[in-house]
């Protein structure tokens, strides 16, 4: 993962589950594994493995696994925080503030040789909306708490965090973007989220709203957000993900003036948390009890 050599994490699983055996798989390796560590495999690693009990997804996503034939009694896990909720927590700021305090604007002025200081914006007009209050969201929420602005919170099931507005469902989805002006989006992508960034949902929020979108591309229906930027609705836009990636090198992202963005580095996986999650969690799933970050398969995360 994340320009890690295989050896690095194989030597790193070794240590941390001497138990264990513990291989690299490669297409055509006999079956007889009990668990599997994944990131990005291919279709056939499961087809060929169909003894397998469990997979631990090295990502918070699992989106891209869900989408391959698994067996229905497959025990799922994802990586839960494992170093990445405080990576979250430093874009999702950076960008706020970055936007807040009118940064690009100084930067300009810098290139122009221009010194004017810009009138301050008050906190209270910057509400921030964050959708997803999973481990991840959770400590976003947290640290934009320590910067004093108010903070809301939407999620499927209804979630209580201290100092955030929570809203919970699709009936309050409406008040959470009407009450939002920056809007960080950490949602697990399924079928009920697939395109729900799209101008009925955007063009909710607060006039010069901001969007960060540190999830996954394929919640938001770009056109949609070109054209809220275009006609001034939306005031920018940070975005870590994108529908395609690598993005294409002619796309309109790359140069609009009102897009900040990065790509997919948002939180990385770091290899130590990674694996000592790995192994608590197989562990875990030896003793017979459910695993953190065990996914429910009825609902896609
Ligand atoms: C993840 C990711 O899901 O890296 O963890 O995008």
Known sequence: ?????????????????????VDVWRPGLPPGYDHAVVWNV???????????????????????????????????VRLEDAGMAVQMAEYACHALIRFFREFDAYADQQRAGHWAPRRPRARADFPVGIMGLGALGARVAQAVRQFDFPVLGWSRTRHALDGVRCFADEAELGAFL???????????????????????TLGQLQPGGYLINVARGAL??????????????????????????????????????????????????????SVAQVAQALRAIERGEAPVGLVRRDRDY
């Open 178 to 200: 009407q009450a939002t002006r920056v809007l960080v989006c950490l949602l697990p992508l399924t079928d009920a989220t697939r395109g729900l960034l799209n101008q009925g």
């Open 220 to 273: 938001l229906v770009e056109d949609d957000l070109r054209h809220l930027l275009d006609t001034g609705h939306l005031a920018g836009a940070a975005l870590d993900v994108m529908a395609q990636e690598p993005l294409p090198a002619d796309h309109w992202l790359w140069t609009h003036p009102r897009v900040a963005l990065t790509p997919h580095v948002g939180a990385q996986t770091m290899r130590g948390e």
């Open 42 to 76: 291919p279709q056939q690693l499961f087809d060929e493995q169909p003894q397998l009990r469990a997979v631990v997804n090295l990502a918070a996503g699992v989106d891209k696994l869900l989408d391959l034939r698994l067996p229905p009694a497959l025990a799922i």
């Open 1 to 21: 993962r994340d320009g890690d050599p295989p050896d690095a994490w194989l030597d790193d699983l070794r240590r941390a589950l001497p138990e264990a055996q």
